[in-house]
């Protein structure tokens, strides 16, 4: 069996993606899921990759999935924090539950997670840990105040985390994708997407696939001397 690899909210979009590329990697993998039980049954059933559902947003079922996780498939040795919410809306109109939501979700997910799984890795002398942030964490975005300081905060996570792991051969690094094509974008109404598509340099959305491959990329033992960094994947659509 090889390394153990998580993914959460790993069975559609961009962790799906995920999920299936570091799958082609050797890596044993599993996906975490919050909430869609018939996408998940389809995801495990169409792959063979094993899901567990329970919210990143809790830090007692992350403690009490990973274990679970370790004790069936065994240790984990890399996780992907991938799962996140939107709940737009201006400063003016966001309710506290939006703000809250995002943040203990997307955010908080990432302690969660790093929480259940670090103290392993840095035990067995190896771990990967890569964050999807955003673009809209490096520039901001009109009506997403939460999920922009959430995303931004993933970054400076992984900056201060990088430098715990370091020296115990756990890499911590960031992806920060663009705009992908994946059902959340694809719900953009039709002139507002065209606006966005007119910015990106390349002239097109993403793939998942892009982003998957960046994140196999930080997982593999050819990024070992990678931590700390962020990787945009964006088109050029912002340079940073």
């Known amino acids: 069996m090889g390394k153990v690899a998580i993914v959460t909210g790993g069975t559609r979009g961009i962790g799906q993606a995920i999920s299936l590329a570091l799958k082609e990697m050797g890596f044993t993998v599993v996906a975490n899921y919050g909430g869609n039980d018939a996408a998940a049954a389809q995801f495990t059933a169409d792959t063979g990759i094993v899901s567990y559902k329970w919210d990143v947003g809790d ?22 924090n991938n799962a996140g919410v939107t709940r737009d809306g201006v ?25 259940a799984t ?6 067995r ?38 430098q715990e792991g370091a020296k115990f051969g756990v890499t ?19 002139p507002v997407l065209e606006k966005i598509v007119a910015k990106i340099p390349v002239g097109r959305l993403g793939q998942a696939s892009e982003i998957a491959r960046g994140v196999a990329f930080l997982c593999s033992d050819n ?18």
């Open 223 to 240: 990024a070992g001397f990678v931590t700390g960094s962020t990787m945009s994947i964006n088109g050029g659509q912002h340079m940073y």
């Open 172 to 190: 911590v690094n960031a992806i920060a994708p663009g705009y992908i094509d994946t059902d959340m974008v694809a719900a953009v109404p039709a």
């Open 59 to 80: 830090h007692q079922a992350c403690i009490d999935g990973c274990a679970k996780v370790a004790a069936e498939v065994g240790p984990i040795d890399v996780v992907v």
């Open 118 to 123: 670090f103290p392993g890795m840095r035990e």
């Open 125 to 162: 002398g190896w771990g990967r840990i890569v964050n999807i942030g955003s673009i809209n964490g490096q520039a901001g975005q009109y009506g997403q105040v939460n999920y922009a300081a959430a995303k931004s905060g993933i970054h400076g996570f992984t900056k201060a985390l990088a």
């Open 91 to 115: 400063l003016h109109k966001m309710s506290f539950e939006d703000w809250n939501d995002v943040m203990r979700i997307n955010l908080g997910g990432c302690f969660n997670m790093a929480k």
